[in-house]
């Protein structure tokens, strides 16, 4: 009887029953994992090129206000909320204006000259 007994038992460890469930779910969760790291990368290239056109016309913008007499900063930074970002910087330097735009923690900068 001692032999029937640790047949059953073995044969209840080998079984391999409920596997693919298992297995299903790590594939599950690895290919979850694998699109949420995706999606912040998206997340911030999108967001940093955001802030570059942000930036360009923000620092077109000013350059034109400037040379119309009028202070290329400020409408710079109207631009700049217009386009849903926000005016870290911005200098005059002559006839040039350059800005640094900052849109969801991603700063860039842009330099527009004589129009």
């Known amino acids: 009887m001692r032999g029937h007994d640790t ?4 044969g209840a460890i080998l079984d391999d029953s409920g596997y693919a469930t298992i297995a299903s779910s790590g594939i599950i969760i ?3 994992s694998l699109l949420l790291v995706v999606a ?3 997340s911030r290239v999108v967001a940093l090129h955001e ?3 942000a930036a360009d016309m923000a620092a077109i913008s000013g350059a034109f206000a400037h ?6 900063c400020a409408v710079a930074s ?3 909320t217009a ?15 350059q800005v640094a735009v900052s849109v969801r923690m991603r700063t ?3 330099q527009a000259g004589p129009v």
């Open 51 to 53: 802030a570059q056109v």
């Open 40 to 42: 912040a990368v998206v």
């Open 7 to 10: 047949s059953r038992r073995r």
């Open 108 to 110: 860039s900068s842009a």
């Open 30 to 32: 690895a290919a979850v």
């Open 78 to 80: 109207h631009l700049a």
């Open 83 to 97: 386009n849903g970002a926000h005016l870290a910087t911005c200098h005059v330097i002559d006839s040039d204006v």
């Open 67 to 72: 040379a119309r007499g009028e202070d290329g």
